[in-house]
């Protein structure tokens, strides 16, 4: 019991400081080291400010670009970008929503819910901008793609998408004149 005493008098001794000399200090480099006040001055730059400006043309780390603001695809429909996002669409879509964008791909058949059909009307009549948002953000059990595919190939990829479904519901007539007359 005594000895229990003792210590505990001996520990809440040692957690009170009753020394003025400041604490021994093994590194002292991240106590006391040269730094920026914020609005301060100094010799090293031209202006004297501390607080540099941005660099002209520097956006802020998650800010919104012209290509994320657009409402529509900006990209152009060249077989370029549609190739582009042909091939995004193989690699990241087409695992739960197939090549055809029907939701029947092996991930969706081997797994415990549907993945949509990209060509039912009800997803055509979305907008670009919409489509974007679910591939950047997700929705329900699709997850988020914004740090795997990179803006522009988000965008091709809904152009692509929306190739797709023009080709679902294709009818003859679609089918220019020119290439009606080699098909025959």
């Not at 021994?24 to 040269?34: F, K, L, S, V």
């Not at 029907?102 to 549907?114: D, F, N, Q």
């Amino acid at each position: 019991m005594r000895i229990a005493a003792i210590a505990l008098a001996l520990a809440l001794l040692g957690c009170s400081r009753t020394s003025r000399k400041p604490p021994i200090e093994i590194i002292p480099d991240m106590d006391r080291q040269p730094r920026f006040r914020v609005q301060g001055e100094t010799p090293l730059f031209a202006d004297r400010r501390m607080s540099r400006p941005p660099v002209p043309g520097t956006v802020a780390r998650g800010a919104l670009s012209e290509l994320s603001q657009a409402q529509s695809s900006p990209l152009p429909w060249t077989m370029q970008t549609l190739e582009r996002g042909r091939e995004r669409f193989d690699i990241y879509c087409a695992p739960c929503h197939d090549r055809t964008g029907a939701g029947r791909g092996i991930v969706a058949l081997r797994g415990s819910w549907p993945a949509g059909d990209l060509r039912e009307t009800r997803l055509r009549e979305v907008s670009d901008r919409e489509l974007f948002e679910v591939i950047t953000n997700g929705r329900r059990t699709m997850p988020a793609y914004r740090y795997q595919i990179p803006e522009h190939d988000r965008w091709a990829i809904v152009a692509y998408v929306r190739a797709l479904q023009r080709a679902a519901s294709a009818t003859p007539a679609d089918v220019p004149d020119e290439l009606r007359d080699q098909l025959r």
